[in-house]
């Protein structure tokens, strides 16, 4: 099974075994780390998509400046320029005009940083996995090291956000349908590049 078909399962697999411990510990919480307004969830409410950003824009510059391709520096810019508005829109235009509407009108509240999570997080590791895995300048060893430690670093807050997120908020069908939508870009991505390794992220080289 490729690498990145089993990055994608993490995050059904992880929500649907941690049901039980949601149901288990409702009510429960764990002191700071499950306060509404934590550091860790006040900055991915209010800085993710720039954090994500930051992250993407880094990546992309990366493949322009120090990858071997044959496709020209305007491509390149064009594409990946493109391909990140593509993300912004539908990371705004879903929560804009489906999550918020819904949980206006029924009181259903799709979760949000489930959504938001599962995307930025699945499409920034796939990002750098795709550039990571294209023939490189020898002396770029150090930019990629410095970039690949900053996107480990933001994508290990993500998932311990994730990871409360599924134990202590939203009933289960509001976290599987945020889950759902936040999968349809990666799984994309993934039928686009089945042969990606995703693993070549955790080599911080």
Same mark, same amino acid.
């Not at 799709?110 to 990571?132: D, P, Q, W």
């Given at each position: 099974m490729?690498?990145?078909?089993l %990055? $994608?399962?993490t *995050?059904p697999?992880?929500t649907i075994?941690?049901?039980p411990?949601?149901?288990?510990? =409702?009510g429960? @919480?764990? @002191?700071?780390l499950?306060?509404?307004?934590?550091i860790?969830?006040?900055?991915?409410?209010d800085? @993710?998509?720039i954090?994500?950003?930051?992250?993407?824009?880094?990546?992309?510059?990366?493949?322009?400046?120090?990858?071997e391709?044959d496709?020209?520096?305007? &491509?390149?810019?064009?594409?990946?320029?493109? =391909?990140?508005?593509?993300?912004? &829109?539908y990371a &705004?235009g879903?929560?804009l005009? %489906?999550?918020?509407p #819904?949980y206006?009108s029924?009181? *259903? =509240?799709?979760?949000?940083? $489930?959504?938001g999570?599962?995307?930025?997080l699945l499409t920034?590791? #796939?990002?750098?996995?795709?550039?990571k895995?294209?023939?490189?300048?020898?002396?770029?060893? !150090?930019?990629? =090291?410095?970039i690949?430690?900053?996107? $480990?670093a933001v994508? &290990?807050?993500?998932?311990l956000?994730?990871l #409360?997120t /599924?134990?202590?908020?939203h009933?289960f069908?509001?976290k599987?349908l945020?889950l759902?939508?936040g999968?349809v870009p990666?799984?994309v991505? /993934?039928i !686009?590049?089945?042969?990606?390794? *995703?693993l070549?992220?955790?080599q #911080?080289?």
């Amino acid at each position: 099974m490729p690498t990145l078909v089993l %990055l $994608l399962l993490t *995050f059904p697999v992880t929500t649907i075994v941690l049901a039980p411990v949601s149901l288990l510990l =409702k009510g429960h @919480g764990l @002191g700071y780390l499950t306060e509404e307004h934590n550091i860790f969830n006040l900055m991915f409410a209010d800085y @993710g998509i720039i954090v994500f950003i930051t992250l993407y824009t880094a990546i992309s510059l990366l493949e322009i400046k120090y990858t071997e391709t044959d496709v020209s520096f305007h &491509a390149v810019l064009v594409r990946q320029t493109l =391909k990140l508005a593509g993300y912004v &829109a539908y990371a &705004a235009g879903l929560y804009l005009f %489906l999550i918020l509407p #819904i949980y206006r009108s029924t009181g *259903f =509240k799709i979760s949000g940083h $489930l959504f938001g999570l599962s995307l930025l997080l699945l499409t920034t590791v #796939i990002e750098l996995a795709r550039v990571k895995g294209l023939p490189r300048d020898d002396s770029s060893s !150090k930019i990629f =090291k410095r970039i690949t430690v900053a996107v $480990l670093a933001v994508c &290990a807050v993500w998932y311990l956000l994730f990871l #409360i997120t /599924c134990v202590f908020f939203h009933t289960f069908p509001e976290k599987l349908l945020g889950l759902a939508l936040g999968m349809v870009p990666p799984v994309v991505l /993934c039928i !686009k590049s089945p042969d990606l390794d *995703f693993l070549s992220v955790f080599q #911080i080289s």
